[in-house]
């Protein structure tokens, strides 16, 4: 539900009242596909993500999906194909792009620092230190990359840190 809202609001964002230049250009009843072809080496992050936009957006969109998200990509190799309505594919295009880079960048960091402490018994953790409204897919981004979870917000975990101790007036007051 929390992933539906914030997709549907960035729609909005985006698209505002209608995305004029496919409006424009293409006629309502053109067909076509799209494929997502990987750039850069790493980890992919964002596939299903992708998916409940093109769900949300247009549910008659087809999604072919070739790599699942988690997995190791390299430059050329196709992560999925999309048919449909080609204004729903030209207005949802960027939003699944921007999602996916991003969340694929955040697995491939942490997937490269969880190998990089792999000898230890060490749990890479993320922290709330996140991109506002984005939390939540910067989050995912973590777990597909190999890494764990820490705390959400501040509402599911209570950590005592040095400001608390200083506004308190000491640990002991604090605790």
């Known amino acids: 539900l929390m992933i539906d809202e914030l997709i549907l609001d960035a729609l909005k964002e985006d698209i505002g009242e209608g995305d004029h230049s ?16 990987v750039r850069e080496a790493g980890i992919i992050a964002g596939i299903e993500v992708a998916q409940r936009i093109f769900e949300l957006f247009d549910s008659s969109l087809k999604l072919e999906v070739f790599i699942e998200d988690g997995s190791s990509v390299n430059p050329g190799d196709i992560a999925f194909i999309v048919r449909g309505a080609a204004r729903s594919i030209l207005t949802t295009e960027r939003l699944v792009l921007n999602i ?21 018994h060490a749990t890479l953790l993320d922290t709330r230190k996140t991109t506002p409204n984005f939390r939540l897919f910067e989050k995912q981004a973590v777990l597909i990359g190999g890494g764990g979870n820490h705390r959400f917000g501040l509402y599911d975990m209570v950590m005592i840190k040095d400001n608390h101790i200083d506004f308190a007036g000491g640990v002991a007051e604090a605790i």
């Open 22 to 37: 496919s409006l424009a250009c293409i006629a309502a009843t053109e067909e076509g596909s799209a494929r997502l072809e």
């Open 100 to 120: 996916m880079q991003r969340m694929s960048g955040i697995a491939t960091k942490t997937n490269q620092m969880v190998k990089m402490i792999g000898h230890t």
